[in-house]
Structures are given as C-alpha cells and as structure tokens.
C-alpha cells in the first residue's frame, strides 16, 4: 500500500463544499441535453441525480455520473444501470445493502454505513463529461465526501472518479496514481481505494471479475475494521 501523508495538499484548490441541488443547471450542455432526454421521456427524472444513504456514512463510493435510462431515470444513484447489478449484490454480500438487487427509486433499498455518489450529476452525453463540467460539478462532490468521518473510505469507481476525488479533497490530480486495487491513505486515517468502475464493458470483457470486485470490498472492510479498533483503542 502506499503511504501518502506527506501528499501536498493544496488548500487553495479545495472547491467550497455545495450540498446537492436539485435544480442546478450550471453546465449548459449538460442542462440542454437532460432538456431533450426529458422531451423524449418524461417519465424519467432528467436532473441532477443526488448522492444515496447516509451522510455520514463510513465508506462513500464515488462513480462517473448518471446512465441515460438507469440513474438518469430512476433518480437513484447505480439504480437501472447496468453497472449497479454488480455493485448492489457486492454492497448486500457484505452488508451494506438490504436487498441483492434494485427495482426502482421506490423499492426500499436501504443502505448502511455506505454513500453513494457521483463525479458529475448530471447524465453527461455518450456518458463523457467535458472537463469543465467535471470541475464545474466537484463543488458537490466535495461536500459528498466533507462529512466522511476520520477513519473512513473512499472507494473510486474508476480513473475519472479517482481524479475528481483527488480535486475534491484539494489534492493535485497527480498526487495519487490510480490503478485497481491501489489504497492510498489519506488524512484522518481515511482511506482512497481504487476499483475499475463495475460498467457492462469492465465486467463484459473480465477486466473488472467479481472475485476482483470482492477483493476491493475485502481490503475495504479490513482497513474500517482496523480503523474502528484504532478509535476503541484511542
Ligand atoms: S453536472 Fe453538476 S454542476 Fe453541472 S449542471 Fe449538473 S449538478 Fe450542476
């Protein structure tokens, strides 16, 4: 594992923390495009899709952004998306998740000690977020993660969701390598862990295994379990 307390942070670069807002259109594109997607299907939520379980939970999972006719249209983080089939039964499988599989906003999911979120929040076309829209949406980010308590983790669902965290907690976007599978340490005794985002092309092709899956959530819970003796200890 690499070891990271002496990474530089950049206080000036830490974006001010802007709780969820639902009627947020501050990427023009991105607002005239859920505009046409909401032409066509009004039945969907088109809009910014807010985080999912507790604030203060102890493991926050950071994705890209929403699907088109998953979060995008449930409103629900992973929820209709390919990629939540994966992770719904992972999150079960270890406890934070109260039901194996999603069947809409409403189906009473209820999630323990674990948050969901998203770099961008809004469904980007081709599923690609420009840049400026991802430093445009990191302010929200920021506040995902402002609340996550010291001994906490991070789990990143890919490279882009990797550099908007780094963003987010006022690191440079090299301060931290991603790879699958790599933990960094941050402040706090917090954790960054890195996992190729579960997407149907990752788990389609086997770059993304369940086995590898459940190796992240394994670490993950080894490192929560070491850092809550450490707080008993304390
Ligand atoms: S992506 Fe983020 S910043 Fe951009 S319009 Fe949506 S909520 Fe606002």
């Known amino acids: 594992m690499r070891t990271a307390h002496d990474i530089p942070i950049v206080p000036d670069a830490t974006p001010a923390a802007q709780s969820y807002d639902e009627n947020c259109r501050r990427c023009g594109r991105l ?5 046409t997607v909401r032409d066509a299907h009004p039945d969907y939520w088109c809009r910014p ?11 926050v999972i950071v994705g890209l952004a929403p699907g088109m006719h998953g979060a995008n249209a449930s409103g629900r983080p992973f929820t209709g998306d390919h990629a939540g089939i994966l992770l719904y039964q992972t999150l079960f499988d270890y406890g934070y998740a109260s039901q194996p599989a999603v069947a809409g906003r409403h189906d009473g999911m ?3 000690g674990v948050r969901i979120t998203n ?5 980007p076309p081709d599923n690609k977020p420009t840049p400026a829209e991802m430093r445009m949406c990191n302010a929200f980010l920021a506040a995902d993660l402002k609340a996550l308590p010291a001994g906490g983790a991070i789990l990143a669902l890919g490279r882009i969701a990797h550099d ?4 987010a907690l006022g690191m440079r976007a090299t ?5 699958h599978g790599a933990q ?5 005794g917090r954790l960054l862990i890195d996992s190729y985002h579960c997407s149907r092309y990752n788990t389609n092709t086997r770059r993304l295994t369940t086995p590898m899956f459940r190796a992240v959530f394994d ?9 809550r003796a450490g707080g008993e200890r304390a």
């Open 219 to 227: 670490a993950i819970a080894d490192h929560l379990r070491r850092a």
């Open 31 to 35: 607002a005239a495009f859920l505009d």
């Open 119 to 123: 770099a961008v929040k809004c469904l």
């Open 164 to 167: 908007a965290t780094l963003r």
């Open 175 to 179: 301060a931290l390598t991603f790879a």
């Open 110 to 112: 209820q999630l323990t």
């Open 49 to 59: 899709v807010p985080p999912f379980g507790a604030a203060t939970a102890a493991l």
């Open 184 to 188: 960094h340490c941050l402040d706090g």
